[in-house]
T-cell receptor, first 115, second 113 residues
Framework: ETGVTQSPTHLIKTRGQQVTLRCSSQ?????VSWYQQALGQGPQFIFQ???????GRGNFPPRFSGLQFPNYSSELNVNALELDDSALYLC??????????????FGAGSRLTVL | GENVEQHPSTLSVQEGDSAVIKCTYSDSASNYFPWYKQELGKGPQLIIDIRSNVGEKKDQRIAVTLNKTAKHFSLHITETQPEDSAVYFCAASIKGSARQLTFGSGTQLTVLP
C-alpha cells in the first residue's frame, strides 16, 4: 500500500508568479485535502476535493485553486504569489466525502519559498 | 469558526517520565479530535484520535481524554523515549463540514536521555 506522495519537495518562486503542486493519494482513498503550514504553526485547511469537486474551503482567497483527477490525484494552484505564501503545503487523503471517515493520511509536503 | 488552543508550546521531560499536552476548542459541534506527531521534514502522522461519544482512549503508552462539558482534551504519553521527541498537534473537526480539521499551534516535545 503506497502512502501520499507530493511533488515537488522544494521549490523557489518570485512574487507574482504562479505555482502548481501535485499530490497522489493513498491507495483506496478518494478524498484529498490541502493544508498550508507556515513555519512554527499548525496546518491550516485550504480546501478538500471529493469526486473531482471542491467539497469545502477554508479562509483562503480565490487565487488558491485546485483540481482532482479521476484517479483521485490532485493539484493545488496558487496564482499571483505573495511573500506570505511561503510555507509547507501538505496534501492529505482520506476515504469518503463529507460524511465519511475523516482519518487523514498526510504526505511529506512541498516546501514553497517566495522571494 | 472553530478555534483550537494548545499548551504548552514547548515541553522537556526526562526519559521515562510522562508528558501531558492540553487543548481547548471553541465549537461545541466539534465531534472528532485527532492528535498528530510531526517529525522534522515529514508530514503529520496520526497517533491517536477520539470521538465525542467516548471520554478516554488508550493505545499502549499513549492516551487521550476528552471533557465535552469543558471543551478540552489532552494527550498523555507515559514512559517517554527519545524517539517520542517531535512536534505534536491536536485538532478538532465538525461533522458535516467536509471533515475540515482545525489544528492547534503545536507542542515541541523533547525527551532528554
Amino acid at each position: 500500500e503506497t502512502g501520499v506522495t507530493q511533488s515537488p519537495t522544494h521549490l523557489i518562486k518570485t512574487r507574482g508568479q504562479q505555482v502548481t503542486l501535485r499530490c497522489s493519494s493513498q491507495s483506496g482513498h478518494n478524498t484529498v485535502s490541502w493544508y498550508q503550514q507556515a513555519l512554527g504553526q499548525g496546518p491550516q485547511f485550504i480546501f478538500q476535493y471529493y469526486r473531482e469537486e471542491e467539497n469545502g474551503r477554508g479562509n483562503f482567497p480565490p487565487r488558491f485553486s485546485g483540481l482532482q483527477f479521476p484517479n483521485y490525484s490532485s493539484e493545488l494552484n496558487v496564482n499571483a504569489l505573495e511573500l506570505d505564501d511561503s510555507a509547507l503545503y501538505l496534501c492529505a487523503s482520506s476515504l469518503g466525502g463529507s460524511s465519511g471517515a475523516n482519518v487523514l493520511t498526510f504526505g511529506a509536503g512541498s516546501r514553497l519559498t517566495v522571494l | 469558526g472553530e478555534n483550537v488552543e494548545q499548551h504548552p508550546s514547548t515541553l522537556s521531560v526526562q526519559e521515562g517520565d510522562s508528558a501531558v499536552i492540553k487543548c481547548t476548542y471553541s465549537d461545541s459541534a466539534s465531534n472528532y479530535f485527532p492528535w498528530y506527531k510531526q517529525e522534522l521534514g515529514k508530514g503529520p502522522q496520526l497517533i491517536i484520535d477520539i470521538r465525542s461519544n467516548v471520554g478516554e482512549k488508550k493505545d499502549q503508552r499513549i492516551a487521550v481524554t476528552l471533557n465535552k462539558t469543558a471543551k478540552h482534551f489532552s494527550l498523555h504519553i507515559t514512559e517517554t523515549q527519545p524517539e517520542d521527541s517531535a512536534v505534536y498537534f491536536c485538532a478538532a473537526s465538525i461533522k458535516g463540514s467536509a471533515r475540515q480539521l482545525t489544528f492547534g499551534s503545536g507542542t515541541q516535545l523533547t525527551v532528554l536521555p
